[in-house]
């Protein structure tokens, strides 16, 4: 029975999931944040200030707060839901340890990590459509409206550990340009945060207006 007092994360793996492959062959749930260090001991200002000075350009303590809660706030029994993109399933699994800084990780470039137990998968196409604009959105990570209802789904996506396979390997988008209907190219930048390639226009600092 799940302890209500546990919460449900949607946490993001890169731009699609492409590196949800190596969390789950690796049993944890993993964040990028490449310029900050060890982050256990780190206040939100320090995060904010390590992504400054690794080059992020980013002020904003809503991106540094992710991280924060990743450390502080998520525990051990909370539910982790992640999508990935190129196979449209979402997998499921509980929270198994404390934060641990890993480096060299075994999830490239992801160094902040939280052990998992991942125990299900379910095609996103079973979802409603209400439940699949909260797993879109683009925060690396948040606390997913409608609880119950995730706790829920995820009973439904139990499956036997023999049949629980990693989703298949993707890579990344590069940041660069791309081609309007009009012919007209138009600059995109890649978000340090969520990983995915927006307009240049709502990117500033290297951080998306969605994950400001």
């Given amino acids: 029975m799940t302890d209500e007092s546990a919460t449900a994360w949607l946490v993001r793996t890169g731009e699609g999931g492409y590196a949800l492959t190596d969390c789950v062959i ?31 350009k980013s002020s904003s303590e809503t991106v540094a707060t992710m991280l924060h809660r990743f450390v502080h706030e998520v525990r051990d029994g909370d539910l982790v839901v992640t999508p990935h993109a190129g196979s449209r399933i979402v997998y499921f699994g ?3 340890g404390p934060y641990d800084f890993v480096d060299p990780s075994p999830v490239k470039d ?3 990590h ?3 137990s991942w125990f299900g998968q379910l095609d996103r196409d079973e979802l409603p459509e209400e439940r699949l604009v909260d797993i879109d959105r683009q925060p690396t990570l948040y606390e997913l409206p409608e609880q119950s209802y995730w706790w829920e789904v995820s009973e439904e996506a139990d499956v036997a550990p023999s049949e629980l396979r990693p989703p298949p390997r993707s890579q990344p988008k590069t940041a660069g340009k791309a081609s309007s209907a009009r012919g007209v190219d138009v600059k995109h930048a890649l978000c340090e945060v969520c990983g995915i390639e927006k307009p240049a226009q709502i990117v500033e600092g290297g951080v998306c207006a969605d994950c400001r």
């Fill in 26 to 56: 690796a049993s944890v749930a993993a964040l990028r944040y490449e310029a900050v260090p060890d982050a256990r001991d780190l206040s939100v200002a320090e995060i904010v200030d390590a992504l400054k000075e690794g080059g992020a």
């Fill in 94 to 96: 509980t929270i198994a």
């Fill in 110 to 112: 992801f160094r902040h």
């Fill in 114 to 116: 939280r052990e998992v």
